[in-house]
């Protein structure tokens, strides 16, 4: 299919590349300050504005199927030992209470809906590799 002729599921859900910014910019701002989230990201981020602009590629291309993103957060977040697990459901819980103050209903509701799954599969992805939890053969 042509790049321009994609329609990512965010089209019909209101999701345009602004809303994709205030989302990211909001969101990681307050991570940025959060008691649990921040210093992990702090010590974890050295440029904020690049991680930034990769974070709204990387939603751009989830939501929007721009292609943008060019990169793994698998192994992104495999060579950061201090992310545990418990980190995954303070970050959901924040994404979400911001998504809905920031978003459109629906963009909103697609935003969770879409870092739920992704939570999970990094999730699972980090405790398999780190022999916590053994793959299903």
């Known amino acids: 299919m042509e790049p321009h002729l994609r329609v990512g599921p965010g089209v019909a859900a209101g999701v345009d590349e602004a809303v994709i910014r205030t989302q990211v910019h909001t969101f990681y701002g307050r991570v940025r300050v959060h008691p ?5 990201f702090n010590s974890a981020i ?3 504005d690049e991680h930034l602009a990769k974070l709204c590629d990387f939603w751009s291309s989830v939501l929007l199927m721009t292609g943008r993103f060019k990169g793994s957060p698998m192994a992104a977040h495999a060579r950061r ?3 545990r697990d418990e980190h995954f459901a303070v970050w959901l819980d ?11 209903p ?3 509701d697609l935003f969770i809906e879409k870092a739920h799954m992704i939570g999970r599969s990094l999730r699972l992805g980090l405790a398999v ?6 793959p299903r053969i």
């Open 46 to 48: 050295g440029d904020w």
């Open 36 to 40: 649990v989230l921040g210093p992990v």
């Open 94 to 104: 924040l994404f979400e209470a911001t998504a809905l103050e920031v978003c459109p």
């Open 106 to 108: 629906a963009a909103a």
């Open 129 to 134: 590799q780190r022999g916590e939890l053994l």
């Open 81 to 83: 030992p201090d992310i």
